[in-house]
């Protein structure tokens, strides 16, 4: 079900249940492990199974992107962009059947694993490719914004409809765009940061109500460890 109020909260849906189906193969074992995985499946169900290798992707470019020699991440790079332009140019998701079934995510074809592959591929050769490094200032900057990237989008859906209401004048006018698209994206950024602040928090209290639960404590340097 897609939550009207905050459409791109239909992805959370779908990861919350990548986490806890990878969390389950990679700390369990044995009977435990293939009765919490199947578990798991059986609840996701077809349409969140079947965008899993996309989440995948990613765990696979994180893991086994840094063993690859630095001199790859040129070609990489140039692969990954020069498949996308001509994938588009040909006519991108076009070129793929879609199904219509409600067993399917919407709108799904095969071209959703191809773009999945070539973001992954961009990923691991950006990592790999000698970029001149910015100067204190400049990175400091992109930390800042990258830090308010996810409560960039959790928030920007109901804040765009929330000032695209109350903003005077005609929709399609050039000043009510500039006024909606600053407006939106500074609530966006301030309100993330300030969401941002209360992680280390959260997670402090969740690992202390994990270890009442499981009369476990966890190790000291799990419990120093920084919140990024």
């Known amino acids: 079900m897609l939550p009207v109020f905050n459409l791109p909260f239909w992805s959370l849906n779908y990861e919350a249940w990548y986490y806890a189906l990878f969390a389950a193969a990679h700390f369990l074992h044995g009977r435990r492990r293939m009765a919490a995985v199947g578990t798991a499946a059986l609840l996701a169900g077809p349409k969140i199974l079947i965008l899993f290798p996309l989440w995948l992707l990613g765990v696979a470019a994180w893991r086994w992107g840094a063993d690859l020699p630095t001199r790859l991440g040129g070609p990489l790079v140039v692969v990954s962009l020069t498949g996308f332009i001509a994938l588009e140019a040909l006519g991108g998701q076009q070129l793929f059947w879609h199904p219509r079934t409600r067993w399917l995510p919407p709108s799904y074809s095969l071209y959703d694993y191809i773009i999945g592959a070539l973001v992954a591929l961009l990923i691991v050769g950006l990592a790999k490719t000698r970029l001149p490094m910015p100067g204190v200032r ?12 996810f409560g960039l989008y959790l928030l920007h859906y109901p804040l ?3 000032f695209g209401t109350v903003i005077p004048g005609p929709a399609d006018g050039a000043i009510h765009r500039v006024l909606l698209f600053v407006l939106a994206l500074g609530a966006a950024l301030a309100l993330a940061r300030l969401t941002e602040q209360q992680k280390g928090a959260l997670k402090r209290r969740l690992r202390r109500g994990f270890d009442a639960v499981f009369t476990k404590r966890s190790p000291p340097a799990l419990e120093r460890q920084e919140v990024s």
């Open 160 to 162: 765009l409809n929330f």
């Open 138 to 149: 400049f990175e400091r900057a992109v930390r800042w914004l990258a830090g308010a990237s």
